[in-house]
């Protein structure tokens, strides 16, 4: 028999976060760039220790295991380090979304009640009106903090389930909730973007997405954990983007809808071949075939048919890539390691292949849940599963088929369409840039599928389109309208890429 402390020893034994394995790799290679932003470059000792000033002054400033700070800033390098920071205080990074307007941004403090707020000059008045929290500002303000403060390393040992990170969803369907990521997860979701994504030792990354995203943080310490070099880029900055392909070896070029094809424009413009890089893309199910092809052809890697979600990290089904200028005719997934999964109904029953169920899943990468929010997690985590509200169907070959979110269903008469299915009907015709799919009311059957289309030119007409889908489509699915946009920039987009349907459906009507 052990007594409480033996137990609590062996448990830390069996434990290391990844902001200590940071720490690790910057002794190992003290002079190699950990972050470069484009004006200066810092080098793994000098970012390994401004992390432990920024940890030391937390503490000095009362904050403690459990407690959380917020961030409201552009991508930068002190974002990076207060994250680092955070996990060797103990505390509790909420990355907050600058793309939120101020009742959004007010909502996400209240819920998760921050001590503190670290804020950039670009958002400093925005954050100084949130709740009077007390703000820090980078530069001078955020200097003067941990000037004073030591570079030792701190003595606080992150345990497996404590709170990391904190991210927001984009509040699609709602109030937006706070994802709590523990260290636990996220070291899991590191050993994933080893295991089945290609990451190792000295891979570069460009840090392009809003660092409040999974897609960008997330994966930035990843590849800090690892020595490689994190290129900070302030937003969709496309000329940068293509510059460092052209130049830095990387692991992951992340592009995302709304961006995508500008880059590839860009590129092809230039001429030039990119750096090696071992994985382009993501979202396949949102890009066109054509675009799929395009893109990892001009890098000359594979096109990474993602699917995952900030609950989640990569999982269940990023298992797939498209071969260099290879169309995919089909966007089946193949499932990840570190997790198991299921298909169920509404009566959580499983589903036989052939039959969309939404997914269920459980591992080590998945969160810990919402913040201050029971009757969610009662619901979403029902079983001992957490319910993505992703459906899917199981292939006979072993492959999975996206089909849509559940919580967004067409309901037409008795029948369910799902509009992702509309919407790779009509992407399949070359002519279509990008198809998004919604629900109008209809006095006759409840509600029916409106397209929005955005084609290049010539377009076609609405007829070919409504016949091509009448050779491909059930009765009961087909659109009852096509309407056409000029630019995909009228599609709105969740800070992922993904449309924001109900933000289409006032134009519908």
């Known amino acids: 028999m052990h007594d409480n402390r033996q137990v609590s020893d062996t448990a830390l034994a069996g434990f290391v976060d990844i902001a200590h394995l940071i720490a690790a790799t910057a002794r190992a290679q003290a002079a190699a760039v950990a972050i470069d932003d484009g004006t200066r470059a810092v080098s793994y000792a000098t970012f390994n220790a401004r992390c432990n000033q920024v940890a030391h002054a937390l503490a000095e400033l009362g904050i ?48 998760t ?6 804020a950039s000059a670009r958002y400093a008045v925005l954050a100084r009106d949130l709740h009077g929290l007390p703000v820090i500002e980078f530069g001078d303000e955020f200097e003067a903090l941990i000037e004073r403060s030591p570079a030792t390393e701190s003595s606080v040992i992150a345990r497996p389930e404590d709170g990391f990170i904190i991210l927001y969803t984009s509040g699609t369907t709602g109030a937006s909730k706070a994802a709590l990521i523990s260290h636990r997860a996220e070291l899991a979701r590191f050993a994933l973007s080893q295991i089945d994504s290609g990451l ?17 943080l997330e994966h930035a310490l990843h590849v800090l954990a690892l ?32 961006m995508i094809d500008r880059v590839v424009e860009t590129m092809a413009a230039r001429g030039r071949k990119p750096a090696p890089i071992k994985i382009v893309g993501a979202l396949a199910d949102l890009v066109s075939a054509d675009l ?22 990569m999982l269940p089904f990023a298992g797939t890539r498209f071969a260099a200028g290879e169309r995919p005719t089909s966007l089946a997934k193949a499932a990840n390691s570190l997790h198991a999964f299921k298909l169920v109904d509404e009566e959580e029953r499983g ?6 169920g939404e997914v ?10 919402y913040w201050n929010a029971d009757e969610i997690n009662q619901r979403e985590f029902r079983g001992g599963w957490f319910h993505m509200g992703d459906v899917f169907v199981a292939r006979s070959d072993g492959l999975y088929d996206y089909v849509d979110r559940a919580k967004y269903l067409i309901k037409t008469g008795a029948e369910n369409v799902y509009p992702a299915e509309i919407e790779r009907v009509l992407m399949s015709d070359p ?15 409840g509600e029916v599928p409106v397209a929005l289309v955005c084609c290049s030119t010539p377009a076609p007409s609405r007829e070919e389109l409504l016949n091509f889908c009448r050779t491909k489509l059930a009765g009961y699915k087909m659109p009852k309208d096509i309407l056409y946009v000029v630019s995909q920039d009228e599609f709105p987009r969740s800070t992922s890429g993904k449309i924001l349907r109900q933000a289409l459906e006032q134009r519908v009507r």
């Open 64 to 111: 403690s295991r459990g407690d959380r700070i917020a961030v409201l800033a552009e991508n930068r390098i002190e974002y990076l380090e207060l994250t680092v920071a955070a996990a060797r205080a103990g505390a509790i990074l909420c990355a907050l979304n600058w793309r939120f307007t101020a009742s959004e941004l007010a909502h996400c403090v209240r819920l």
């Open 113 to 118: 009640a921050p001590a503190l707020l670290f």
């Open 200 to 216: 190792a030792a000295g891979d570069g990354f460009i840090a392009w997405a809003p660092l409040f995203h999974m897609v960008a």
């Open 227 to 258: 020595g490689g070099t994190v290129h900070l880029v302030d937003g969709a900055d496309i000329d940068r983007i293509v510059r460092l392909a052209e130049t830095v070896p990387q692991w992951w070029l992340v592009l995302l809808p709304g």
């Open 292 to 313: 799929v092809a395009a893109t990892s052809r001009i890098f000359n890697a594979p096109y990474w048919n993602t699917f995952g979600s900030t609950e989640t990290g």
């Open 351 to 356: 589903v036989a292949d052939g039959k969309p």
């Open 360 to 369: 269920a899943v459980r591992g080590s990468t998945v969160f810990s849940g």
């Open 431 to 445: 002519r279509v840039l990008e198809a998004v799919v919604v629900r109008r009311p209809d006095a006759k059957w």
